[in-house]
């Protein structure tokens, strides 16, 4: 009786089983490669999470705190640590997020400044966040809760999934350096204004999810003791006095934090070279705010005026 020799096919087996697990651990092990290496950047989120930011002043905002707040200019002004951790495209979700972590595992902040119209902001610039989902359970949850199941699971199974995105490069590229400076540096097209002047803007929007989110940031800071300042940031004047509804909006966003005061600079600059574009200011512009925001007592604790 004959019997057939089956060792071809383990050999195959056991050749595909070797080959998932070089591409599992090189996959585990470049990752961690990766991580090692961002964190050990001047990343804002990477000095949240090594707990090496100061306490003082947290700025939080999407791209409109960061080229409203310019985080150097601040803090000579006031003579305090100030810290920015905006970025482009995050929500008020997100804002929430970063402040309980921040809290966590820095010196608890004496006053955070959220800019608010990151309430409109959805889930669009998550994949540069994958990264530091290592680094934070609460982040994690988040990330994986806010994107598709498939992208979910593929960071899960795929580490290095999690890297693909400019927040590697950036920071990689500006090594040990802060990006505590980074702001626009260029001025608006004379082609850009003119065509403003003939457009109407959409409406300013907050989703539901953002509007439960700053009453958590609220409720937060309360409990921690942290003053909290509500922050409009300017506009390009003349793309903001065509924004429909607008005081409604303002309104809205006042009930929703409860009462709280809200601080509108959105027409505060009308210099028009101080902006980068219609919702974005510059250098310049982040400048000429600064003393604005001093002397109206933004930055002083214990000084929030009445609604």
Known sequence: MSTTDTSPVWKRVAWGLALVTVIFVGDRVMAAGLNAAMMGTGNRYAVIYRGEAPGGVLLLGNSR????FHQPTIEEAIDRPVFNASFNGTSTQFAEVILRD???RNPTPRLVVLEVT?????????QNFFPFGSESARLDAYLNEAVSPTVATARRLFHLYNYNGEMLFRSLAAAGATDQGE???????PGLIASTRRETP????SNPENLAALQEIVAFCEANDIELRLVIGPYLPIYRERIPA????VASVREAAGGMR?????LAIDDETAFADRVHMNYRGARQLTPILVADGLFDLDSAAPA
């Open 65 to 68: 705190g960061v080229n409203t």
């Open 102 to 104: 921040y809290v966590e």
């Open 118 to 126: 990151g309430l409109a902001a959805g889930v669009n610039q998550l």
């Open 183 to 189: 702001i626009n540096r260029y001025t608006i097209s």
């Open 202 to 205: 959409e409406p300013l929007r």
């Open 246 to 249: 607008y005081d409604e909006w």
């Open 262 to 266: 809200v601080w509108d600079y959105s």
